[in-house]
T-cell receptor
């Protein structure tokens, strides 16, 4: 089983619908992240969390919200989806030990908003 | 604010040829630097990282990268490319202790048999 699991892997929805992308991890990591990937733009940080009581906005948080339900679960919500939120979304996790730096990524959730 | 520039959007090399992917960063102090690889349909995987010390770092799959402070660069190299190296490569920078990675826009590598 994957260490970082994202569901759903693919989703097509309509403008105005509420969408939730879920992420769960078995690595025991404290840090969890949501990134968005668009062709030619690389990965951009949406939100990140260092524990269940710590939520931080990233570079492009407008139009998104998150919930850290437990150490192992971090979900991303689009309250009212719009077409320019069509993208590939990645969840990632990392430890808090010094000088680790490595993030572990899920396989991505491809979202299409019509 | 930290930033990363990968000047090459797409590079094509022949199998067996050497490879160098360029990365320039902007950060006020010595950053933490990373190279990740994304195979088609997959998430990102860490190739190598630099925190301090020896400026030439070795990674997985035969890759290496050299940190050059004077040039604000962290270029990725491989002496002989294999067809399985075809993927997209991302350079990333983290301000020391910030736990926030900023990624470049990526370089897509194609390998000609």
């Amino acid at each position: 089983d994957a260490d970082v699991t994202q569901t759903p892997r693919n989703r097509i929805t309509k403008t105005g619908k509420r969408i939730m992308l879920e992420c769960s991890q078995t690595k025991g990591h404290d840090r969890m992240y949501w990134y968005r990937q668009d062709p030619g733009l690389g990965l951009r940080l949406i939100y990140y969390s260092f524990d269940v009581k710590d939520i931080n906005k990233g570079e492009i948080s407008d139009g998104y919200s998150v919930s850290r339900q437990a150490q192992a679960k971090f979900s991303l919500s689009l309250e009212s989806a719009i077409p320019n939120q069509t993208a590939l979304y990645f969840c990632a996790t990392g430890g808090l030990a010094a000088n680790t730096g490595e993030l572990f990524f899920g396989e991505g959730s491809r979202l299409t908003v019509l | 604010a930290q930033s990363v520039t990968q000047p090459d959007i797409h590079i094509t090399v022949s199998e067996g040829a050497s490879l160098e992917l360029r990365c320039n960063y902007s950060y006020g102090a010595t950053p933490y630097l990373f190279w990740y690889v994304q195979s088609p349909g997959q998430g990102l995987q860490l190739l190598l990282k630099y925190f301090s010390g020896d400026t030439l770092v070795q990674g997985i799959k035969g890759f290496e990268a050299e940190f050059k402070r004077s040039q604000s660069s962290f270029n990725l190299r491989k002496p002989s490319v294999h067809w399985s190296d075809a993927a997209e490569y991302f350079c990333a920078v983290e301000g020391a202790g910030s736990y926030q990675l900023t990624f470049g826009k990526g370089t897509k590598l194609s390998v000609i048999p």
